[in-house]
């Protein structure tokens, strides 16, 4: 037994020890593709996401050409994943016009308004209404997948919590930067850069709804590596007053006293964007993590404790950027934007109506919009501002089947990974933060498209990959 005021000896922290140098290299890759995916204005145009996509493609091929990494991929999501690919495949396939009309009849009203060799006497086309639109959204598509499915095999408890550690630290630098830029009203990127198209910009990103997103999964993931480290803490006997204090000097206390300071600022960012959405989910998301830490801590006074740190926190942070403001903000609901996302929700229910079993292509919707739309003329919808409303209208049940399947297969597998792990391992908070920040982003998608910036797509991989990888020490079943 330790005497008072010692700290129990343990073994070295998981994300203390040193990784094998190709290992570094790989972690230093992934760091620099989120990096680039967020600075470069969330990678949402050419100049930033095809490097982004070639990166991620790369990455995930170096890791999944390991026989162990492959192992460590559960095959059923690979599968599912595949077969999704497949679909977005199937929509490229060039069909007689005569066959075409009867699998999609909208699909050939549409294209002969839109593409004038359709008439033409002898000539096939895609099932997608614009095949080099859908070609840029499959090309993105596989990339992801195998920078997802790559970090799904090459990850490991310790990895993972490294490269929690690298976002906490990316998110702690975007959201200064964020917060530096709030005061410029120029409506340009950086305060230097003019979006192609009426936008909010807040930070690097376009539009403040977008950086919300890629900020709450963020965010999200670094609470849950934070509950790491308090039971790390809890583990090595920290328990006293005094033996807290002590701990504080050591550089585990450092290190969570800086993470604490980075996850201050960043949620403090989300709140000053204004994006009702992202405060909400992220509310959510907070709110689900505190929960789940009050009932992991045992004792009636250390779960009161938790709470009120909680809403300590909450209250503090609402304060800074001030309590008014907010309620005004929420105030007013009934807004052009949201006009403008309930019209667009209507128009692509009618599309949904319309091409039910093919879609109209992956990354056509903007294209079916002008002849769809119905209201608000004077600019176009990309966008449906709900991205499962836009998959259904892109890609009926042939792209909509292998994505509930990906969706389940994926859900019933992150399960599995709980089941696999200890209650009481630190690792397993930084997976719970990882599926918080998923199902926030998941739910914020619901009224925004946040998830079409491939530079967000990519740490949404990443979080998934972390939320999916196989426990150390764990069997490959």
């Known amino acids: 037994m330790p005497r008072s005021g010692e700290l129990r000896r343990s073994r070295p922290r998981a994300d203390g020890e040193s990784l094998p140098a190709f290992a570094r290299v790989q972690l230093t890759a992934v760091i620099v593709i989120l990096a680039w995916g967020v600075l470069a204005f969330g990678a949402v145009y050419p100049w930033g996401y095809l490097p982004l996509a070639a990166a991620c493609a790369l990455t995930g091929a170096l890791a999944l050409a390991s026989r162990r990494v492959r192992d460590a991929v559960p095959r059923a999501v690979l599968l599912a994943l595949a077969a999704l690919v497949a679909a977005g495949l199937l929509q490229e396939l060039r069909l007689p016009i005569d066959l075409i009309r009867r699998v999609s009849p909208a699909s050939a009203a549409l294209l002969a308004q839109y593409d004038l060799t359709f008439a033409l006497p002898g000539v096939a086309h895609a099932l997608t209404i614009d095949p080099g639109r859908t070609w840029t959204g499959l090309g993105l598509l596989v990339c992801l997948g195998l920078f997802w499915m790559g970090l799904t095999g090459w990850l490991d408890d310790r990895r993972s919590m490294r490269l929690v550690q690298a976002v906490v630290a990316i998110g702690f630098v975007v959201a200064l930067l964020a917060i530096g830029l709030a005061g410029n009203h120029s409506g340009k990127v950086y305060g230097l850069w003019q979006p192609r198209s009426a936008a909010a910009p807040f930070g690097p990103f376009v539009n ?90 045992a004792g009636r006074w250390a779960r009161t404790a938790v709470i009120a740190g909680v809403l300590l926190f909450g209250v503090s942070v609402v304060s800074s950027v001030g309590a008014d403001t907010l309620a005004t903000r929420f105030g007013t609901w009934r807004d052009a934007s949201l006009d403008g996302r309930v019209s667009a929700w209507r128009d692509a229910g009618v599309l949904v109506r319309d091409f039910p079993l ?37 890609g009926g049940l042939l792209l909509g089947v292998p994505a509930l399947a990906l969706l389940f297969f994926t859900s019933t597998a992150v399960r599995r990974r709980f089941q696999e792990s200890a209650p009481t391992s ?38 998934a990959a972390i939320a999916l990888h196989r426990q150390t020490g764990v069997a490959t079943t």
């Open 208 to 297: 403040r709804n977008h950086y919300a997103g890629w900020m709450l999964m963020s965010t999200l993931a670094g609470f849950g590596y934070l509950c790491a480290l308090l039971t790390e803490a809890g583990q090595m006997g920290v328990r006293s007053l005094r033996q807290r204090l002590i701990w504080l000097s050591t550089s585990a206390g450092s290190r969570l006293i800086m993470i604490g300071i980075a996850l201050s600022v960043m949620t403090l960012s989300v709140l000053l964007s204004m994006s009702r959405a992202g405060i909400m989910c992220l509310a959510l998301g907070l709110a689900a993590i505190a929960a789940l830490r009050a009932k992991r801590t």
């Open 426 to 463: 630190p690792a397993r908070w930084v997976r719970a933060g990882a599926v918080a920040g998923l199902l926030a982003a998941g739910l914020q998608e619901a009224g925004d498209f946040s998830l079409q910036m491939p530079g967000t797509a990519a740490l949404f991989c990443v979080l």
């Open 358 to 394: 093919t879609g109209t292509g992956l990354n056509t919707f903007g294209v079916a919009m002008l002849f769809y739309q119905t209201t608000h003329l004077s600019e176009l919808y990309v966008e449906a501002h709900n991205d499962y409303l836009q998959l259904a209208a892109e």
